[in-house]
């Protein structure tokens, strides 16, 4: 399963080039990229082991504990050697400093209490979710920092972090073949996954506050018409068909309000006009677009 990006991400992009976000959203959407981006590295980090000792491992699961009056998502849940290794991993820009309770520290001399409350309560949930699940077992807590040009002051061999340099020796030691079959387990906690948040932002849809227009998936650029059935990016090249361009619409509405009703004509102004609503109903009536 490849990692997808969190709605609220998904929500930060179409934004960023549908309207102007203000500042906070600015920063809001940059960490996430970095924490998605950080992801992504260490999925590559894993996949190595994963492949070659067929090990369990479960992205960004989202989960409800306390009889389903919290939520908590768990960036990588991975069973190797009959054992659960929790890795969060974090892509920050800035160095850390860990006291001898493992306890951070910006450099200032703050504490970084998002890293200091989160540990503890994401084995607390897991070990509930394993036993609920009829796995009981051992469990592991790693933040991984990813980024190479970061550091943590402080931190000592057996510290529950690993960096770059640390990394790769410990998923060496520890990422080993399972004697047991997990299958069940991962099938039993993909049924417990909630689809999305209950915290997420829905939209208010304004056609008249939206920007217009085909924009492209992977840069933002707004796609340029080259043809009746072609779109085409000066941003990084891509070109896609007319279809993927209504694909495209639908996505950035649905990413906004999932519950918003679209129709034909809509859709064609939110095309700024290039596609005619009654080319997109041909298309949902073939069946190949739905709204
Ligand atoms: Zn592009």
């Given amino acids: 399963m490849t990692r997808k990006k969190s709605l609220n991400h998904m929500q930060l992009d179409v934004l960023n080039y549908r309207s102007t976000l203000d500042d906070e959203s600015v920063l809001t959407l940059q960490k996430l990229e970095n924490g998605y981006e950080g992801e992504l590295l260490f999925d590559q980090v894993l996949k190595k082991y994963k492949v070659q000792y067929g090990l369990i491992h479960v992205k960004d699961f989202l989960f409800e504990f306390d009889g389903g009056s919290k939520e908590i998502q768990i960036d990588n849940i991975v069973i190797s050697h009959d054992a659960c290794y929790i890795f969060e991993v974090k892509k920050f820009e800035f160095n850390l400093m860990m006291d001898d309770r493992n306890m951070f520290y910006f450099e200032d001399g703050r504490e970084c209490t998002m890293l200091n409350n989160q540990t503890e309560r994401q084995v607390g949930t897991v070990r509930q979710l394993l036993s609920d699940c009829g796995y009981p077992m051992a469990i592991h807590h790693r933040l991984v920092f990813i980024n190479p ?31 047991r079959d997990y299958r069940f387990l991962e099938d039993a906690l993909n049924e417990r996954r909630l689809l999305r948040s209950k915290h997420v932002n829905f939209y208010k849809i304004d056609l008249d506050t939206l920007r217009k227009g085909v924009y492209c998936k992977s840069c933002s650029t707004r796609l340029i018409r080259s043809s009746r059935y072609k779109y085409s990016c000066n941003g990084c090249d891509v070109k896609i068909s007319t279809l993927d361009a209504i694909k495209c619409l639908i996505h950035d509405i649905r990413v906004l309000n999932p519950d918003y009703k679209m129709t034909s004509q ?22 190949d677009v739905q709204y």
């Fill in 266 to 287: 809509f859709l064609s102004r939110l095309s700024d006009g290039e596609i005619t609503g009654s080319a997109i109903r041909r298309y949902r009536i073939k069946g």
């Fill in 149 to 179: 040009n970061q550091t943590v002051y402080g931190m000592k061999k057996e510290s529950p972090i690993l960096l770059p340099n640390t990394m790769m020796r410990f998923l060496d030691n520890y990422m080993k073949p399972n004697r």
